[in-house]
């Protein structure tokens, strides 16, 4: 199963309908970074891409999101919130006596449930919490090479790993350059991972935003 799948706590059957990474990805060069992930089952019919769309309008730092439905019609979302290891420094020094993982998650929580208050949204939320280091031991584990992935490629990817189940070691080599490398070779990687969820979306009548 893939690094997100297994996190994400899905019936299995469920089924990823939609992907959306926000535009500030592109500005996001970070080798050291953490990720909160929520994941929330959606009562009431509502839409899950629209749901999703909706909460991360009202979180900063959410940088991806996440759409589908399970066996029995339900739907799900989930929002990726992105903070740089140098910025949860800065939120450290603000609170000296709480461990900065514990600052940073508090915030992620409360952002998101400002977002689920101001969209009316409920439902059962998962959070699962990682870094750049466990998504360095996913690419490991399929031989692949981390060593120049930055923070937010190494997300997208596993984000395009989550529907497709793709050999990160084949993907590592498919959108890799080695003629390229720093900003470069992370604007590229970044254009080629949104043109593989784009084809992703086509043959499996998926959304990409």
């Not at 998962?126 to 930055?150: C, N, P």
Request: proline share 5%; glycine share 10%.
């Amino acid at each position: 199963m893939s690094y997100l799948g297994t996190h994400l706590d899905l019936e299995p059957g469920a089924r990823v309908t939609g992907i959306s990474v926000g535009p500030s990805s592109d500005a996001l060069y970070e080798h050291q970074a953490r990720f909160f992930l929520h994941r929330i089952r959606i009562p009431g019919g509502r839409d899950g891409a629209d749901v999703a769309g909706a909460l991360a309008r009202f979180l900063p730092s959410a940088v991806a999101t996440m759409s589908g439905v399970e066996p029995d019609g339900g739907a799900w979302c989930a929002v990726v919130q992105y903070v740089p290891e140098v910025g949860l420094a800065r939120l450290a020094r603000q609170s000296p006596t709480t461990p900065r993982v514990r600052v940073a998650r508090n915030i992620a929580r409360a952002g998101l449930e400002r977002a689920q208050d101001l969209t009316g949204t409920r439902g059962e939320v998962l959070e699962h919490v990682f870094t750049d280091i466990e998504a360095r031991k996913a690419f490991r584990a399929e031989g692949a090479e981390d060593d120049d992935w930055d923070a937010i490629s190494l997300l997208i990817a596993l984000l395009y790993e989550l529907p497709t189940e793709v050999d990160l070691n084949w993907l590592d080599d498919e959108i890799s350059d080695p003629a390229l490398d720093g900003r470069e070779l992370h604007a590229h990687r970044l254009t080629e991972l949104s043109r593989l969820l784009g084809d992703w979306a086509v043959t499996n009548h998926g959304t990409v935003a």
